[in-house]
């Protein structure tokens, strides 16, 4: 009976250390959310060229886009043009805290596709952001 509790006790312990390798990729509670909105396929490559596409919104001082503050080297850190406040690496390949907790996200979603285009991202639009730092 020792015997059998002690190789639970190695079977429990052993599933609590790599059971976070088989958590989701950060971002993927993300694109499951654009899912249910009815957006999708999500791809890094479209997500790229809305990433550099410059825009002049209504009020802009000059076009901008994403890479205007973030960079367009996604594992660099940016700089945002206004405030001058540094900006970490978007890339989860250098910055593993990226797209972790979803309402911080959508709070930051929020604020720079307003700033960058003049209006909200759609769903595929940030499922295709989410997917190109998911890809750097």
């Given at each position: 009976m020792k015997g059998q509790i002690n190789r639970i006790g190695t079977l429990v312990l052993t599933l609590t250390a790599?059971?976070?390798?088989?958590?989701?990729?950060?971002?993927?509670?993300?694109?499951?959310?654009?899912?249910?909105?009815?957006?999708?396929?999500?791809?890094?490559?479209?997500?790229?060229?809305?990433?550099?596409?410059?825009?002049?919104?209504?009020g802009a001082d000059?076009?901008?886009?994403?890479?205007?503050?973030?960079?367009?080297?996604?594992?660099?850190?940016?700089?945002?043009?206004?405030?001058?406040?540094?900006?970490?690496?978007m890339a989860l390949s250098v910055n593993r805290k990226r797209l972790t907790d979803p309402a911080h996200a959508e709070k930051w979603f929020g604020r720079n596709c307003r700033w960058t285009l003049g209006r909200d991202c759609s769903p595929q639009e940030k499922g295709d952001f989410v997917r190109l730092i998911q890809s750097r």
């Open positions: 790599v059971g976070p390798l088989w958590a989701a990729a950060p971002g993927e509670d993300l694109i499951t959310t654009y899912q249910r909105q009815g957006a999708g396929p999500f791809q890094a490559a479209a997500g790229g060229r809305a990433w550099t596409q410059e825009q002049s919104p209504p000059g076009p901008r886009s994403c890479a205007t503050c973030h960079g367009s080297d996604l594992t660099r850190p940016g700089r945002h043009v206004t405030t001058g406040k540094a900006i970490e690496p």
